[in-house]
T-cell receptor, first 113, second 111 residues
Framework: DADVTQTPRNRITKTGKRIMLECSQT?????MYWYRQDPGLGLRLIYY???????NKGEISDGYSVSRQAQAKFSLSLESAIPNQTALYFC????????????FGPGTRLLVL | GEDVEQSLFLSVREGDSSVINCTYT??????LYWYKQEPGAGLQLLTY?????DMKQDQRLTVLLNKKDKHLSLRIADTQTGDSAIYFC???????????FGTGTRLKVLA
């Protein structure tokens, strides 16, 4: 089984709708992240959480909110989706080792019409 | 500002070496990483290098770090069609647990 899972994998929605993307991990990591990927722009950080009570905005948090329901779960919400939020969304986790690499989920492809 | 730059595309012939370049901006970054993204998948760590190293070799992969110029490169020897993917470099500034990713380089390997 995958260490980091995301649901749904694909979603089409309309402008103004509320959307929630979910992420679960079995790595036991405290740190979790949400990124969006756009062609030519790489990955940009939306929100990150270092534990259940610690949530921080990334570089592009406007229009998004998050919820850390448990150590293993970190959800991203688009309160009122708009077309320029069409992107590939990734959840990631990292541990507390010396190198602290990140482990990524498979991504959610979101299309906002 | 924080900006990690990479060229967007690279095309090589099967069996040749590929060199993917990256320029980062935060000289305090302790760890620098290379990730690979295959179609339809998330990013997977390929290799990393500590900032006190100049070079790291791992089988077909060689990472070179020039701290003075803030330049990182990934060389893939004997490139195969299975190496076709998007490659991201990333830095993690010292004292933070935020990762700054480059724009990604799409490597296409021609048979």
């Amino acid at each position: 089984d995958a260490d980091v899972t995301q649901t749904p994998r694909n979603r089409i929605t309309k402008t103004g709708k509320r959307i929630m993307l979910e992420c679960s991990q079995t790595k036991g990591h405290d740190r979790m992240y949400w990124y969006r990927q756009d062609p030519g722009l790489g990955l940009r950080l939306i929100y990150y959480s270092f534990d259940v009570k610690d949530i921080n905005k990334g570089e592009i948090s406007d229009g998004y909110s998050v919820s850390r329901q448990a150590q293993a779960k970190f959800s991203l919400s688009l309160e009122s989706a708009i077309p320029n939020q069409t992107a590939l969304y990734f959840c990631a986790t990292s541990g507390t080792g010396i190198v602290e690499t990140q482990y990524f989920g498979p991504g959610t492809r979101l299309l906002v019409l | 500002g924080e900006d990690v730059e990479q060229s967007l595309f690279l095309s090589v012939r099967e069996g040749d070496s590929s060199v993917i370049n990256c320029t980062y901006t935060d000289s305090s970054s302790t760890y620098l990483y290379w990730y690979k993204q295959e179609p339809g998948a998330g990013l997977q760590l390929l290799t990393y290098i500590f900032s006190n190293m100049d070079m790291k070799q791992d089988q077909r992969l060689t990472v070179l770090l020039n701290k003075k110029d803030k330049h990182l490169s990934l060389r893939i020897a004997d490139t195969q069609t299975g190496d076709s993917a998007i490659y991201f470099c990333a830095e993690r500034p010292t004292g933070t647990y935020k990762y700054i990713f480059g724009t990604g380089t799409r490597l296409k390997v021609l048979a």
